[in-house]
């Protein structure tokens, strides 16, 4: 099987197990591997979840680690342009915000943007028309992301010319 029909079979085996409220499941990656596009099809569709497995990073979004295949929690996005790294592998992303953690991102991009453009985040709680906007002065990286209600966020991800999505999950604190 050729590898455009693997990366074909994964997407469309994905979509088909998805329902609105996200599976719970994580996606898992076959050796841990780092090509964008089979780590994008594992996990696009797959919808929400708010607990994030530690699992290998793609090979571009270890710098600063130590050691850098060390597995984190993370989202791809559904470009591979970008990954969303979480600091707490089983704490959700909480609304209200809580007391005792941030919701913290690390957001990573494989392509980067003029220096100092902003991460420009637009997110949608979906099921509603609720929008919320946020901005990372100085582009992707550490960032604290607070939404206002809790449910499955469509993120959309703009930095320089580049753009991205994924989704995220946060839950009522």
């Not at 913290?104 to 420009?120: D, H, N, Q, T």
Request: charged share 10%.
């Amino acid at each position: 099987m050729t590898r455009i029909a693997l990366v074909v079979l994964l997407g469309v085996s994905t979509l088909a197990g998805c329902t609105a409220g996200g599976s719970g499941a994580s996606p898992t990656s076959a050796g841990g591997t780092t090509d964008a596009r089979v780590s994008t099809s594992e996990s696009a569709g797959l919808g929400c979840r708010s607990d994030y497995t530690p699992r290998a990073l793609p090979t571009w979004a270890t710098a600063g680690f130590n050691p850098p295949t060390q597995p984190m929690p993370h989202v791809l996005g559904d470009s591979g342009d970008i990954v969303a790294i979480l600091w707490a592998a089983h704490d959700p992303l909480v609304v209200p915000p809580a007391a005792n953690q941030n919701n913290k991102i690390l957001w990573v991009p494989r392509v980067s943007s003029p220096v100092g453009a902003p991460l420009e985040i637009h997110a949608t709680l979906n099921g509603t028309g609720e929008t919320a906007t946020r901005t990372v002065d100085g582009g992707p990286g550490p960032s604290i992301i607070d939404l206002p209600s809790p449910g499955c966020w469509s993120i959309g991800l703009t930095w320089g010319d580049h753009h991205d999505h994924l989704e995220l999950e946060y839950v009522a604190g």
